[in-house]
């Protein structure tokens, strides 16, 4: 509604993130918080799912930035703290010990936002309440399984690396009972790729496009199974749509003249 407060319509976004985060849909939980954070910066919420958002997008700059920044915030926020480990070691592994000197800016928290979320005085009851959060082993029970999907996650991307594409899909497969994750797909689509198994690899891009339908990793690889599949028309779009979002791409730009020609 026109008339909600800033606050109001940044806990709405966030929610709305949650529910992008939890399908999956990555792109979209980012671009919510994005707006939350406009609204009411240094929320502690918008700031853990965006940088979950940003971590399953393999963007682990930007995700250890937000969850340094709600360290900032709460020093006390278990997630943030594992989080700041997992980017740590990812990127360690990305760049080298240099890693650090690629980060974006991490922005200075006011002690204001710090003190948001305090525990209430005996003196102001009911001030500065802390958000409502699920029961704790509600929480514990999810937090375990997203953390079971990741790694199972990693194990795939370890046999990738291993050229055993057959046992990446199975710890994909794995995966993806516990967390239904765009880039897991994707990953898998490339495994069946090289498997030959190209209906399978089709249809694995196309869910994670569900998730997100701007993603340029499910684009491409769909259009390469689709060309093996012989539809080249399908194949086309998917390359076309691609380059909207991208329209400097090298590998797509090749695979479109090569599905012109066939």
């Given at each position: 509604?026109?008339?909600?407060?800033?606050?109001?319509?940044?806990?709405?976004?966030?929610?709305?993130?949650?529910?992008?985060?939890?399908?999956?849909?990555?792109?979209?939980?980012?671009?919510?918080?994005?707006?939350?954070?406009?609204?009411?910066?240094?929320?502690?919420?918008?700031?853990?799912?965006?940088?979950?958002?940003?971590?399953?997008?393999?963007?682990?700059?930007?995700?250890?930035?937000?969850?340094?920044?709600?360290?900032?915030?709460?020093?006390?926020?278990?997630?943030?703290?594992?989080?700041?480990?997992?980017?740590?070691?990812?990127?360690?592994?990305?760049?080298?010990?240099?890693?650090?000197?690629?980060?974006?800016?991490?922005?200075?928290?006011?002690?204001?936002?710090?003190?948001?979320?305090?525990?209430?005085?005996?003196?102001?009851?009911?001030?500065?309440?802390?958000?409502?959060?699920?029961?704790?082993?509600?929480?514990?029970?999810?937090?375990?399984?997203?953390?079971?999907?990741?790694?199972?996650?990693?194990?795939?991307?370890?046999?990738?690396k291993k050229g055993n594409h057959k046992k990446a899909v199975e710890k994909y497969s794995e995966?993806?009972?516990?967390?239904?994750?765009?880039?897991?797909?994707?990953?898998?689509?490339?495994?069946?790729?090289?498997?030959?198994?190209?209906?399978?690899?089709?249809?694995?891009?196309?869910?994670?496009?569900?998730?997100?339908?701007?993603?340029?990793?499910?684009?491409?690889?769909?259009?390469?199974?689709?060309?093996?599949?012989?539809?080249?028309?399908?194949?086309?779009?998917?390359?076309?749509?691609?380059?909207?979002?991208?329209?400097?791409?090298?590998?797509?730009?090749?695979?479109?003249?090569?599905?012109?020609?066939?």
């Amino acid at each position: 509604a026109g008339d909600a407060t800033a606050e109001e319509r940044s806990v709405l976004l966030a929610n709305r993130a949650a529910c992008y985060l939890k399908d999956g849909a990555c792109s979209l939980c980012v671009a919510d918080c994005t707006s939350a954070l406009e609204l009411v910066p240094f929320g502690i919420k918008p700031l853990l799912r965006r940088a979950a958002a940003y971590e399953a997008l393999e963007r682990y700059p930007l995700a250890y930035v937000d969850y340094k920044t709600a360290l900032q915030v709460d020093c006390s926020v278990q997630a943030a703290h594992d989080g700041v480990n997992r980017m740590t070691k990812a990127l360690l592994e990305k760049d080298g010990v240099n890693w650090r000197q690629k980060l974006p800016p991490i922005p200075t928290v006011p002690i204001s936002a710090q003190t948001r979320w305090s525990i209430p005085s005996a003196q102001a009851p009911g001030a500065n309440t802390p958000p409502a959060t699920a029961p704790q082993g509600e929480r514990d029970e999810t937090a375990a399984g997203m953390e079971r999907a990741r790694m199972l996650k990693e194990e795939g991307n370890e046999f990738v690396k291993k050229g055993n594409h057959k046992k990446a899909v199975e710890k994909y497969s794995e995966s993806l009972k516990l967390n239904k994750e765009c880039a897991t797909y994707t990953n898998r689509a490339l495994c069946y790729l090289a498997l030959k198994q190209y209906k399978e690899a089709a249809q694995d891009c196309t869910e994670a496009l569900k998730l997100d339908p701007n993603n340029v990793k499910a684009l491409y690889r769909r259009a390469q199974a689709l060309k093996e599949l012989k539809d080249y028309k399908s194949s086309i779009a998917d390359i076309k749509s691609l380059l909207k979002t991208e329209p400097k791409n090298t590998a797509a730009l090749r695979l479109l003249q090569e599905l012109n020609r066939a």
